[in-house]
Structure formats: C-alpha cells, structure tokens
C-alpha cells in the first residue's frame, strides 16, 4: 500500500516534463543504483536537513509526512495546524519536522515539492502552506491548462521570480534528491497514508483534531514521558491521500 503513495521517482521526469505543468525541459533523477544497500538513517528522528520549525529544545518532536495535492493534508494544513502551530509550536512545547511524500497528481504534487525546495529556508513552510490552502485552485488552473499561471505564483513565494529561475530549480537533481530521501524514509517508516504523525519515534494514528492533539502533547509533557499513550486508531480511509 505504502508503495503506491510516493511517486516513483524513476518515473517524475515524465510527469514533470508534461505540457500543462512543467517549466522545465528535464529534471534530472538522482542516480538510485545503488540505494538499496545504503542505510536509510534518521527514518524516526530530525535529520540535519530536514524542513523544521520550532525550539530545538522543545521537549516532544513530531514527524509528519504529507503531499500538498494530498485533500485530507491540505484540510489539515488549512484547519488544523494553525491551531497546533500557536499552542504546540510557537510556545515551545513540540517541534515539527515536515517531510515531503508526493502523490497524484504526481506532476503537481512534485513540481510544488521541488519549488519549495528551492525556497529561502524561511520560506519553505510558506510555499507548501500555500499550496496546501489553494489545493483546488492550482487544481482547477491545472486542468485548464493554466498551471503556468499557478506555479507562477507559488514561484514568487519562493523567490523564484522568471522562468530561467524556476526551471533551474526544477532541473537542480539535489531538490531532487532531497524528496527522494523523505520517500525512503517514509518507506522504511512504513507510512500507509497521509498526513502521517510520528511523535517521539512512534507511528500515531489517533484523532487529528487540533485540540486532541494539543491534549496529547500537553498529557505527554505534564508526566515527563517520551512514549504515546495507548490511543484508539482513527479510520485510515485515506491511504492515497485522497
């Protein structure tokens, strides 16, 4: 199930070199041959490249996985997070690891990603929140041919102000690469859906609601413990994101 979440990303420089999105004329794929006897290391905890914001002396990390063409990612992003962002995160209390998964429309979800990718560090969780917010929007402009128009404008957060500038973002295979490695990760993290939480190292599946969230971490903090509670999974009806 997992596997048919992330985009293969053999696979993206077909999806990224499509008509109605695609600025780029190539986008070089990072060369995997070796990868599958290279250890995956960090798969539950930061890694130094990874996308954060909050206190690195914050007691509880979350790693969350998302896609910004994900429906129930861009819910959350856009109804959620505010929420968890002002009580969780801004006071010190977690920090949020943001790593990309990509799922279809495989050639939205990837060249938002790598846009992103390209941004001023401080502007990362800008470019993607926008794209989470608008989801239906750049959907909509998609199918009518005018993703130009769209990413354009997801461009310009990023400070990728000409065409020159985002297609040497798209063709960089380091952004690349970068995505590539939050797939493998969530490979070896076994995620089965998205959005996926992980808090201190383990998978949670419980309610996603801002306020149970804030519980959670709240619970956790006051009796000074690292490991979840014993939580009722939600339904994961949304394996593909959709």
Known sequence: MRNALFISLFTANAFLMSASVSFAQSTPIPDTTDTPAEPIDF???EAPEDQVMGSDTAPLTAIVYASVTCGHCGQWFSE?????????????????????????????????????????????????????????????????????????KVGAIADLNTEEEINACL??????????????RANAAEVAGVPAFYISGEAYKGSQKAQD????????????TTELPEIEPMSQSHDRGH
């Open 43 to 45: 798969v539950f905890s």
């Open 80 to 152: 959620e997070w505010p929420t968890v962002k002002k009580e969780l995160v801004e006071t010190g209390k977690l920090r949020f690891v943001l790593r990309a998964l990509p799922t279809p429309p495989a050639q939205l979800s990837l060249t938002g990603f790598l846009m992103a990718e390209c941004a001023p560090e401080d502007k990362y969780f800008d470019v993607v929140m926008y794209q989470m917010e608008n989801q239906q929007q750049i959907f909509a402009n998609a199918q009518a041919g005018k993703a130009r128009e769209a990413y354009s």
């Open 171 to 184: 063709s960089d295979p380091a952004n690349m690469a970068a995505i590539y490695k939050d797939g493998k």
């Open 213 to 224: 969230f804030i519980d959670l971490i709240d619970g956790m903090i006051a009796i000074g």
